[in-house]
């Protein structure tokens, strides 16, 4: 995938930036991420909007902090730490409290690489195989349940 159009621009010093201005800004690059993916393999609106919802879910993005954990480096791991340990103002609709923290320890670490121009960083984890996979996976389930969205 060419991210060269998303590209940060940072104005505010990463250091300076809280957890939740780091999973801001990391929900926001990877769902932008999850769309061109997505759009990449699919034109149907429909099947597109499903994927999408599929990848971007708590739950997909709680199991994608599992999978690449044994890769992060020290520092990146304390960065997830810091979103993963964020108190949590409200329960989720939909994932367990576990669920939600993890998500958001993932996308404090997306924000991160993203504001750090290490756009590469993520890309390089996203593409592991087991990561791969279970993206693959998430898709063939979403097709299993949603026969019709084509």
Same mark, same amino acid.
């Given at each position: 995938m060419n991210v060269k159009q998303t590209e940060p621009k940072p104005s505010i010093p990463v250091n300076t930036h809280t957890s939740f201005s780091l999973s801001y800004i990391g929900d926001a690059f990877y769902g932008m991420w999850c769309r061109q993916n997505i759009l990449l393999r699919f034109q149907n609106r429909k099947r597109v909007h499903?994927?999408?919802?599929?990848?971007?879910?708590? #739950? !997909?993005?709680?199991?994608?902090?599992?999978l690449?954990?044994?890769?992060? !480096?020290?520092?990146?791991? %304390?960065?997830?730490? #810091?979103?993963?340990?964020?108190?949590?103002?409200?329960?989720?609709?939909?994932a367990s409290i576990g669920e939600y923290r993890a998500a958001t320890g993932f996308e404090c670490l997306v924000g991160y690489w993203y504001l750090c121009k290490q756009v590469n960083r993520f890309e390089e984890l996203m593409l592991k195989s087991e990561v791969v996979e279970y993206l693959e !996976?998430?898709?063939?389930? %979403? %097709? %299993? !349940?949603n026969g019709n969205a084509a």
């Open positions: 499903l994927h999408v919802v599929q990848w971007v879910r708590c #739950q !997909t993005q709680a199991h994608l902090a599992q690449i954990q044994p890769f992060l !480096t020290l520092e990146e791991r %304390n960065i997830f730490r #810091q979103g993963r340990n964020n108190k949590v103002f409200s329960s989720p609709k939909h !996976t998430a898709l063939s389930a %979403n %097709n %299993n !349940t």
